[in-house]
């Protein structure tokens, strides 16, 4: 579990450290880094900008590239127990009638396990062995060096061998660093998030529906689904009950399992609503700091690859940073940089070109679309990211590389 000390105590803790970290951001990858470093005898700092730990209420589907980071944190048992197979697809029409159904996880099994997860199950599981954060603390200055200086919210300073940005899309500790351009794209969608314990006769089936100026979407998690509805943003200014109403309007061939979705986020209090953006980040590292996670390449959810991809780079940095010391630091995060960004990049472009099929209203375009998701197979669309997965990098011999390239010629 996350265990809140103060920044003195954190900083005191590494004193002894070959390297000395701060990772800003106690989110999925800021997390995952922390855990992974935490392994190997290291003790990072770890902040957080929210007073305590309020988890987003929102639903994650994990593809097979971070199940090694997960084995590595030795917490792989813990999160198949606390999340759930997601083991069928199917898409629906506008209208709400089933179209077609595709097995996911005969796909992906060769590669490992495609669950669903709570968020905040997910950040348990990866504190399950304890992890030290200070809550209600920013990084407000970064002076680059050898050891870059940081001043703190709280007035306290320190040095440090390496900063890690992991403070999400919108991160304040980015926009402190000369890292280039980091380019927000708004698709102008955004949508609500709930849950239903009405799992029906398929647990394991993950549904969507891409409807005219909407969608909704169920998805497998432990003992129950999450539900995502959304729309042009301006239009859910109705409200939930309303919005969902027009939903069901919309799309009278849903069956039982999509009713009682809608019913669930039409009865909700407080769901959580999603804002539908990206960001992509020019560089990912400068002298003595790093982007990771959202903070370098933040996805829209279309694809479901966003939070794998980031506790991928998370577990590629991790281990390669088992083998660094101040003199090859630099070589070692240009190595990683060289072979990470363009993977995550080339998932969201995968991600992004899904947005622009999903989020175009119209009836004809709907009927199109329609089309061509009877014609093109899961694999087919997903088959850059399957692609990605089945040729994961090896931080060890990234690490080599970086080394063999740092050493002085003889």
């Known amino acids: 579990m996350l265990t809140a000390i103060t920044l003195h105590e954190q900083i005191d803790t590494q004193r002894d450290d070959p390297l000395r970290i701060l990772i800003v951001g106690a989110g999925v990858a800021g997390i995952t880094l922390a855990a992974l470093l935490r392994k190997q005898g290291l003790h990072p700092v770890l902040i957080e900008r929210m007073a305590g730990m309020e988890h987003p209420g929102y639903m994650l589907a ?121 380019s927000i794209v708004d698709t102008g969608w955004a949508g609500w998030v709930t849950w239903s314990d009405v799992l029906g006769d398929d647990p394991a089936l993950g549904e969507e529906l891409w409807g005219d100026g909407f969608f909704l979407g169920a998805y497998p998690v432990k003992d129950r689904l999450g539900i995502f509805v959304g729309g042009p943003a301006e239009e859910l200014e109705v409200g939930p009950a309303a919005f969902a109403a027009r939903v069901r309007d919309a799309a009278p061939e849903l069956g039982d399992r999509l009713q009682a979705a809608l019913d669930a986020v039409a009865t909700d209090p407080d769901p959580y609503l999603w804002p539908l953006a990206d960001v992509r980040a020019e560089r990912w590292v400068v002298p003595g700091a790093v982007l990771l996670g959202d903070a370098a390449s933040g996805f829209l959810p279309t694809a479901g690859i966003g939070a794998g991809m980031a506790m991928e780079s998370a577990w590629m940095l991790g281990r390669m940073l088992a083998h660094a010391d101040r003199g090859n630091l630099a070589a070692l995060l240009a190595e990683w940089e060289s072979v990470q960004k363009p993977r995550v990049e080339s998932a969201q472009s995968n991600s992004r070109m899904l947005a622009r099929l999903m989020f175009r209203r119209g009836k004809l375009i709907a009927r199109l679309r329609e089309t061509a998701m009877r014609m093109l197979s899961v694999k087919a669309v997903l088959g850059p990211i399957i692609r990605l997965i089945a040729d994961q990098p090896d931080p060890d011999a990234t690490w080599r590389r970086s080394s063999d390239r740092a050493a002085p010629a003889a």
């Open 62 to 182: 994990l593809m097979p590239m971070l199940d090694q980071a997960l084995e590595d944190i030795g917490v792989h048992d813990e999160y198949l127990a606390r999340s759930a197979p997601l083991a069928r697809y199917a898409f629906r029409s506008h209208r709400g009638r089933m179209l077609r159904s595709d097995d996911l996880g005969a796909l992906l099994a060769i590669h490992g396990d495609y669950q669903g997860i709570e968020r905040g199950a997910l950040i348990e599981v990866l504190t399950t062995n304890g992890c030290p954060v200070t809550f209600d603390t920013t990084v407000i200055g970064f002076n680059p060096g050898e050891r870059p200086e940081v001043m703190f919210s709280t007035g306290e300073g320190a040095s440090f061998d390496l900063v890690v940005a992991a403070d999400g899309i919108r991160s304040r500790t980015r926009d402190l660093l000369d890292v280039g351009d980091a």
